[in-house]
Structures are given as structure tokens and as C-alpha cells.
């Protein structure tokens, strides 16, 4: 995956640099089939299942509706000869060399023909499905935002826990990024620990997140910032002034959430 991003950064860079509108990838429903069978193996969400995007800023994937086989086929009629990026040749080690040529055959045989076109389907449908809980979370971060400064992130934890489970966590994990923590290094395992805060809240600590960052649960807001700026003596997350009133204000917080309340 790191890889892959410093090829597109690399991609991105060039275009820049040259005044291009758009760079062309190759990628075609074969790539993007293989893509979503290697989420599914990792137990991905509907983002990584959604396969590679059409289009991201200047980048674009004109073939993804195209078989591998006619793009090469296209290829030889125009007299070209592609390159092959040998990570991807029969018998190499990469794992989606493997699915290429091991995984997908066999699925192929049992199942009979159109694995890949399904697969590509399934990218299709989740994509949809992706940009309308991404709309529904980016509605709900707005309206929890208490936000009062750049660096970090506050939010309101009654109006974050009558949302659904999906759209919470998609809010929760957008706001993670807002508030510095870095989305490569962002795993479900932090955004669950975070949705803990709202939804079993029971008087946690700071939660540790990657870059630096943390999230605590304070007086009704959930903040995100830096780690070491979520100490309760400093006073910046609470709304009701002295600290002991918000160290009230939290032991109130947790008795609620022992009785079965929100919070």
C-alpha cells in the first residue's frame, strides 16, 4: 500500500509539475476485481470494497469496464507493445500476482466464468453505497462540531450516539483525520476504541492514537487533539470553567453510563 501511494503522489507530482489536466492509469475490471477479492481476505468496509475510483483529483481509470484481455488485444491491433510490471508475472511473490493468477483462475473453474465481472459489480454498488454514507457522516460531523480550534477536534457525544453505528464511525473516523491523526496509520481497531467513548462510555481515559494524537471524553464532548494537550488539569476542553466543576461534571457522566444512560 505505501508503495502504491508514492506511485500516485509520484503521478500526482508529475502532473503538476508539466500543467496536466488528468493522468490515464491502465487499470482495468481484472485490476479492480482483484482489488476487491484481496479487501474481502482482509475483512475490509464498504471504502476498500469499493475498489480503485474512476476518477481522484487529477488521476483517472478510463478502463475499468474493459477486460485485461481486450486492452492487450488493442494493443497488438495498434502494433504496441505494453510494458508488464514484472511484480505482477506468473510466479511472483506479491499477492496480487497470486490472485491473478492462482486465486482467480481456480474461482473461475468452480464457479464458472464472470468471477471478475461480478467482483467488478460489487465495487460498483459499494461505491454508491460508500458516497451516501460518506454524506450522512459528513452531515452528521457538522452538526456534533464544537470544534474550537484547527488542531483539534470537539464534538458533541449526544447528538454523535443517536446516529447509527456506520454513519458514527465514519464521522468519527473523518474527524480523527481532521485532527491530525494520519489516515494511513488509522486502523478500525482506533475508531472502535473512540466509538467506545460515545456508545460504552464507563469513565476511559485518553485514548492513544497514532501521530501523537488522542481522544477523551469530557463533559459531554468528545475531543481529539494533540495527546498531550488532553491532560484533565488543563482545563481546555471543558465547558463549565474550573476544572472541579468538569471533574464533577464527569464523575456525573459516568454514573449515568453505569445506570444505562447515554451520557
Do not use: K
Not at 461480478?118 to 452538526?143: E, I, V
Not at 464544537?146 to 473516523?173: C, E, Q
Not at 476542553?237 to 464533577?248: F, M, N, S, T, V
Request: with cysteine; hydrophobic share 45%.
Amino acid at each position: 500500500a505505501a508503495a502504491r501511494d508514492a506511485r500516485l503522489a509520484a503521478l500526482e507530482d508529475a502532473a503538476r509539475a508539466v500543467g496536466a489536466d488528468a493522468v490515464l492509469l491502465g487499470h482495468t475490471l481484472d485490476d479492480q476485481a482483484e482489488t476487491v477479492l484481496l479487501g474481502l481476505a482482509r475483512g475490509s468496509g464498504a471504502r476498500s470494497l469499493a475498489g480503485m475510483p474512476p476518477r481522484r483529483g487529477v488521476l483517472r481509470r478510463p478502463f475499468l469496464a474493459v477486460r485485461r484481455t481486450e486492452t492487450e488485444a488493442a494493443c497488438h491491433a495498434q502494433g504496441l507493445v505494453p510494458w508488464h510490471d514484472p511484480t505482477n508475472a506468473p510466479g511472483a511473490t506479491p499477492l496480487r500476482s497470486r490472485v491473478r493468477h492462482e486465486v482467480l483462475p481456480v474461482l473461475e473453474g468452480v464457479l464458472g466464468p464472470g468471477v471478475a465481472q461480478a467482483l467488478a459489480r460489487t465495487a460498483d454498488q459499494l461505491a454508491a453505497d460508500d458516497d451516501a454514507l460518506t454524506h450522512l457522516a459528513d452531515d452528521l460531523l457538522a452538526r456534533a462540531d464544537r470544534s474550537p480550534a484547527l488542531d483539534v477536534a470537539v464534538l458533541d457525544v449526544d447528538v454523535l450516539a443517536a446516529a447509527p453505528d456506520a454513519v458514527r464511525r465514519r464521522a468519527l473516523r473523518a474527524a480523527l483525520v481532521r485532527a491530525g491523526v494520519p489516515d494511513g496509520a488509522l486502523h478500525r481497531v482506533h475508531v472502535l476504541a473512540v466509538d467506545a467513548l460515545v456508545t460504552d462510555w464507563h469513565g476511559q481515559g485518553v485514548v492513544a492514537l497514532p501521530g501523537g494524537r488522542g481522544a477523551r471524553r469530557r463533559c459531554g464532548r468528545l475531543a481529539v487533539g494533540p495527546a498531550e494537550e488532553l491532560d484533565p488539569s488543563a482545563g481546555r476542553l471543558g465547558p463549565h470553567g474550573g476544572a472541579g466543576a468538569d471533574e464533577q461534571h464527569e464523575r456525573d457522566e459516568q454514573g449515568r453510563g453505569a445506570s444505562g444512560g447515554r451520557g
